[in-house]
């Protein structure tokens, strides 16, 4: 079984640009949840969907927001990029159980 | 809201030794989960153990251990003859059993274990 893929692993981005990051969950998980581990702060829950719906989202500004597909793969969006974002951003797939990517390295510069 | 504390930055170990690692968590739910995760320099987060709350027995895994006392509100993790693959960092998350808008995992900062040959 192919396990959460995130894509890209690494990212460089320059502030004020809009950057998308992308997951693919384990095949029958219907939902993703997406996570910020900035250094030094653990990791900040972002947004859940489930069925293509948000479900929940953290205390984030609207600059992040994102969308799952019918296939349940999920986009991440971050717009007007700032130095504080950069950060590893994780995805985790979920049926019954948590199983999480190994993330994307985003650096803003 | 829901909040987990892990009040050790960083621990350290000696190979082969035991080691308990200590979360706490605030809630007013009864019914809820409890996890530890590791997290490896490879960045991936992976499962070591889950406890149910309304299981009263401690959930075990190999030479992975926890302390559960729901009273306290206190999810130690003991980590018995510990290993060089064992150094890592070491989250504690809450779930809320009923999920609904609350399904998301609540995180803990984390507990940098080291390991010593």
């Known amino acids: 079984e192919a396990g959460v893929t995130q894509s890209p692993t690494h990212l460089i981005k320059t502030r004020g640009q809009q950057v998308t990051l992308r997951c693919s969950p384990i095949s029958g998980h219907t939902s993703v949840y997406w996570y910020q581990q900035a250094l030094g702060l653990g990791l900040q829950f972002l947004l859940w969907y489930d069925e293509g719906e948000e479900r929940n989202r953290g205390n984030f500004p609207p600059r992040f927001s994102g969308r799952q597909f019918p296939n349940y793969s999920s986009e991440l969006n971050v717009n007007a990029l700032e130095l504080e974002d950069s950060a590893l951003y994780l995805c985790a797939s979920s049926r019954w159980g948590y199983t999480f990517g190994s993330g994307t390295r985003l650096t803003v510069v | 809201a829901q909040t987990v504390t892990q009040s050790q930055p960083e621990m350290s170990v000696q190979e082969a030794e035991t080691v308990t690692l200590s979360c706490t968590y605030d809630t007013s739910e009864s019914d809820y989960y409890l996890f530890w995760y590791k997290q490896p320099p490879s960045r991936q987060m992976i499962l070591v153990i889950r406890q149910e709350a309304y299981k009263q027995q401690n959930a075990t895994e190999n030479r992975f251990s926890v302390n559960f006392q729901k009273a306290a509100k206190s999810f130690s993790l003991k980590i018995s003859d510990s290993q060089l693959g064992d150094a890592a960092m070491y989250f504690c998350?809450?779930?809320?059993?009923?999920?609904?808008?609350?399904?998301?995992?609540?995180f803990g900062k984390g507990t940098k274990l080291s390991v010593k040959p």
């Open positions: 998350a809450y779930r809320s059993y009923y999920g609904g808008s609350q399904g998301n995992l609540i």
